[in-house]
């Protein structure tokens, strides 16, 4: 069974925007304190610089009554007595924890060094996915295209045939298929080969087969039912490896990604929030 703390600093986090700059100096010292000390309301006052009045408004910003109930909740997590969490939480955390672990297990850095030589390289990239797969693949669309991709995202299956006769050599095609067998995912890649794309498949079984029509087979974590949603989000694994590859794009080129993805942010205006 993995350690989970149950920690309020995210509680914390949560309302940070919201904090006075003399609140966020009490918010920078709990969120980044690791040590056991004298928490009361006069010490930390006066190792702070604030009075105990602040720390009792700060408190109630996080929505304790007070002071000394928010530093019960702190005390608990510093002490290792936080709540038991029950079963179901647990089986779900563990999930996610053996998902991101064999996550790292398979990722090959020389592979995703070529990938993102191949994403540079070309001039239109398309990503196909159904269901979950192509949520992710929306996903995937716009963390790229803010940094400057050619990108688009197809979930519809007879717009991915109609689309491969758009494809050639300058373009990249990446099917994701947690199964590895959604036919209109599998047949477009096929087709996408055929007019001269690079095409990568990204699954979490791996076949021989699938050498034939794919240039690079990108291994996903994968878990039993994983495929059918029964335990958590097929999507999580996916997500994982589009941020892991979406770290190392970004470090090619990293100033003019990052002054695209900025000029994008800037673009969509001050109040856009999903981003």
């Known amino acids: 069974m993995e350690h989970y703390e149950k920690t309020?600093?995210?509680?914390?986090?949560s309302v940070y925007d919201t904090f006075t700059v003399l609140e966020r100096t009490i918010a920078d010292f709990f969120i980044h304190n690791t040590k056991k000390m004298d928490?009361?309301?006069?010490?930390?006052?006066?190792?702070?610089?604030v009075s105990e009045a602040s720390l009792s408004r700060f408190a109630k910003k996080c929505g304790f009554k007070g002071y000394r109930e928010f530093l019960f909740r702190y005390e608990q997590n510093l002490l290792g007595e936080a709540p038991v969490t029950d079963d179901f939480t647990k089986q779900v955390l563990n999930t996610?924890?053996?998902?991101?672990?064999k996550s790292y297990a398979l990722v090959d850095e020389a592979q995703m060094g070529r990938i993102t030589d191949i994403i540079s390289s070309k001039k239109r990239v398309y990503v196909y996915g159904r269901g979950s797969s192509g949520l992710?693949?929306?996903?995937?669309?716009?963390?790229?295209m803010r940094i400057g991709v050619n990108i688009e995202a197809i979930t519809d299956s007879h717009v991915m045939k109609m689309n491969s006769v758009l494809l050639d050599e300058s373009c990249a095609v990446i099917g994701i298929s947690v199964s590895g067998?959604?036919?209109e995912v599998m047949?477009?890649?096929?087709?996408?080969?055929?007019?001269?794309?690079?095409?990568?498949?990204?699954?979490?079984?791996?076949?021989?087969?699938?050498q034939t029509f794919c240039d690079e087979i990108l291994l996903m974590a994968v878990k039993e039912h994983l495929d059918n949603g029964k335990a958590i989000s097929p999507q999580f694994p996916i997500l994982v490896m589009v941020d892991i590859f979406y770290a190392h794009f970004l470090q090619t080129?990293?100033?003019?990604?990052?002054t695209?993805?900025?000029?994008t942010m800037n673009a969509l205006g001050e109040n856009s929030v999903d981003n």
Do not use: C, W
């Open 96 to 101: 996610y924890q053996e998902l991101l672990n």
């Open 8 to 13: 309020i600093i995210p509680l914390i986090e």
């Open 39 to 49: 928490f009361s309301s006069k010490n930390i006052s006066q190792l702070l610089f």
């Open 181 to 183: 067998k959604t036919p």
């Open 187 to 210: 047949d477009s890649l096929r087709a996408a080969k055929g007019m001269g794309a690079t095409t990568i498949l990204m699954t979490s079984h791996k076949e021989k087969v699938y």
């Open 136 to 144: 992710a693949g929306m996903e995937m669309k716009l963390r790229l």
């Open 253 to 258: 080129d990293k100033l003019h990604r990052e």
């Open 260 to 263: 695209l993805h900025e000029y």
